[in-house]
């Protein structure tokens, strides 16, 4: 696997080094050695499957506040995401900052998103399949999250939004606090 740190510390986009031959290929896609050698969380105690049915579908943007801090590594399995991880760290030096990737089934490239970050996707085809590994056990009083258009972080989506949770539709504007970190 390949390690890119992006603009935010601790966020990495991870491509996978694939073995070709005439079958196709074979690629690892995690490896606690090589998660630890680049100082990240590297047990996953919970694995998802998200499955989205329309294209333009948000999902996001969520976290869990501490004790139960995530990190989470996403990859798209099917179809297409607009990725985007929004750090909420208040210590961090790009607070408030986000960035994006586009992961598709086709290009098996990951998301490396570390606690303390907030983490949704826009769907940009059909019937997308998203699966996560995360550090974390979900616990419901813990979960958190941000507007996917609040003005405080000016996120680029590349397309407009045609289904949306009610929930994460009204959160309410985010207002910095020890317990979004």
Known sequence: MVFCETKLRGVFAIHP???ADERGFFARTWC???FEAQGLAAQ????????STRRGTLRGMHFQAPPYAEAKLVRCTRGAIYDVVLDLRPQSE?????ISVVLTASN?????VPEGCGHGFLTLEDDTEVAYQMSQFYDAD?????RWNDPAFQIAWPEEVAVISDRDRTYPDFVPSNGSN
């Open 44 to 51: 996953p105690v919970q694995c998802y499957l998200s499955v």
């Open 142 to 146: 813990s979960a958190r999250g941000v």
């Open 17 to 19: 080094a694939p073995h």
């Open 32 to 34: 606690q050695r090589e």
């Open 94 to 98: 790009t607070f408030k900052h986000w």
């Open 108 to 112: 098996h490239e990951m998301i490396y």
